[in-house]
T-cell receptor, first 115, second 108 residues
């Protein structure tokens, strides 16, 4: 069964609005979650590492004020795309490693389309 | 910056044929993983290779880790339409670094 649940699977929004994506760990506690971005026909690029109870660690070039990450509980991390623009349209995927390191379990992804 | 280059980028072959996908890096990784991703879904882990020179088989898929732990290959024998997807290698280090991806299409 699924280890990570991501919601919504698809969202369409108007330019300038904010969109929140949720990533939940099912039946386990995830102190760390990862957020990736994937453009069409391209690979996954790590955006940030979400740490429960502390600030997220952002990769170089990722605007932390643009992509707000909150990991307030051990089962939920959220990514909010603020003031979304068409260039933010992408496939966003979260994952966690269950705290055991190498193996990451991915959510089904969220396709964001900004009009 | 650690980069993982995959080749080919795109591959379209007939059902029943064999194929090999390559994953190359200038960096050494403690281990390397292969994932398959279908449209609209997250990647699913296929295998992790850890030891230099290691070969792992998963039914018709054979994975090899280079002796220097910088490169890897995925060989599929007798490809089937169900093998269609995006194949991603990923180097395991402080964080997971994904390769550039190979989009495979198997034509029935």
């Amino acid at each position: 069964g699924a280890v990570v649940s991501q919601h919504p699977s698809w969202v369409i929004c108007k330019s300038g609005t904010s969109v929140k994506i949720e990533c939940r760990s099912l039946d386990f506690q995830a102190t760390t979650m990862f957020w990736y971005r994937q453009f069409p026909k391209q690979s996954l690029m790590l955006m940030a590492t979400s740490n429960e109870g502390s600030k997220a660690t952002y990769e170089q070039g990722v605007e932390k004020d643009k992509f707000l990450i909150n990991h307030a509980s051990l089962t939920l991390s959220t990514l909010t795309v603020t003031s979304a623009h068409p260039e933010d349209s992408s496939f966003y995927i979260c994952s966690t490693d269950l705290g055991v390191g190498d193996i990451q379990y991915f959510g089904a992804g969220t396709r964001l389309s900004v009009l | 910056t650690q980069l993982l280059e995959q080749s080919p980028q795109f591959l379209s072959i007939q059902e029943g044929e064999n194929l090999t996908v390559y994953c190359n890096s200038s960096s050494v990784f403690s281990s390397l993983q292969w994932y398959r991703q279908e449209p609209g879904e997250g990647p699913v882990l296929l295998v992790t290779v850890v030891t230099g020179g290691e070969v792992k088989k998963l039914k018709r898929l054979t994975f090899q880790f280079g002796d220097a732990r910088k490169d890897s290959s995925l060989h599929i024998t007798a490809a089937q339409p169900g093998d269609t997807g995006l194949y991603l290698c990923a180097g395991v280090g402080e964080k997971l670094t994904f390769g550039t991806g190979t989009r495979l299409t198997i034509i029935p």
